[in-house]
T-cell receptor, first 112, second 113 residues
Framework: KQEVTQIPAALSVPEGENLVLNCSFTDSAIYNLQWFRQDPGKGLTSLLLIQSSQREQTSGRLNASLDKSSGRSTLYIAASQPGDSATYLC???????????FGTGTRLTVIP | EPEVTQTPSHQVTQMGQEVILRCVPI?????FYWYRQILGQKVEFLVSFYNNEISEKSEIFDDQFSVERPDGSNFTLKIRSTKLEDSAMYFC???????????FGQGTRLTVV
């Protein structure tokens, strides 16, 4: 069964700093990997989707990379802002399955 | 921008009662999903739905749960006899295809007392 782990569980950085969030998964047979943002008590906002054939995707200040063979993905946030404070979740869609397996998330706090 | 909408945002129910959670997926999407998140835990898959039938379900999705697409726009999750451990945030999601970006609703917080 696919297991998804995110490290660190929580991260606090000063405004303006660049940061990296990590996601690892146990089975490399995946269709895609998706990064989400979750604000407290709210829904999931899709940030980036990386297909299994891709190495990275960029959206604004966000860049996500995927190394499928090693079972890892990173989310790079450039020039962090207080508004980036949220929990970031990664989720993988295994090959042959029509559902997402989620990690426990990294809670990011950007200090003004 | 198109979005998945869920109602109600919060529902409180007594143990043993039936609840129906409602979702309106994005209009041109073909695959629909329910997930749940117990407080402090991972988001967990419950069920996927395509072409008017369940395509996949998890171990959590037992006989107390059912899903339905009663018309062309709504997608519902029914919990027949709620238990305290059903208290969670329930998320609806939709995709155009199996390998495309999943869009989630804002969730329904279900509290069973």
């Amino acid at each position: 069964k696919q297991e998804v782990t995110q490290i660190p569980a929580a991260l606090s950085v000063p405004e303006g700093e660049n940061l990296v969030l990590n996601c690892s998964f146990t089975d490399s047979a995946i269709y895609n990997l998706q990064w989400f943002r979750q604000d407290p008590g709210k829904g999931l906002t899709s940030l980036l989707l990386i297909q299994s054939s891709q190495r990275e995707q960029t959206s604004g200040r966000l860049n996500a990379s995927l190394d499928k063979s090693s079972g890892r993905s990173t989310l790079y946030i450039a020039a962090s802002q207080p508004g980036d404070s949220a929990t970031y979740l990664c989720a993988v869609r295994p090959t042959g399955a029509n559902n997402l397996f989620f990690g426990t998330g990294t809670r990011l706090t950007v200090i003004p | 921008e198109p979005e998945v909408t869920q109602t109600p945002s919060h529902q409180v129910t007594q143990m043993g009662q039936e609840v129906i959670l409602r979702c309106v997926p994005i209009s041109n999407h073909l695959y629909f999903y329910w997930y749940r998140q117990i407080l402090g835990q991972k988001v967990e898959f419950l069920v996927s739905f395509y072409n008017n039938e369940i395509s996949e379900k998890s171990e959590i999705f037992d006989d107390q749960f059912s899903v339905e697409r009663p018309d062309g726009s709504n997608f519902t999750l029914k919990i027949r006899s709620t238990k305290l451990e059903d208290s969670a945030m329930y998320f609806c999601a939709s995709t155009t295809d199996m390998n495309t970006e999943a869009f989630f609703g804002q969730g329904t917080r279900l509290t069973v007392v």
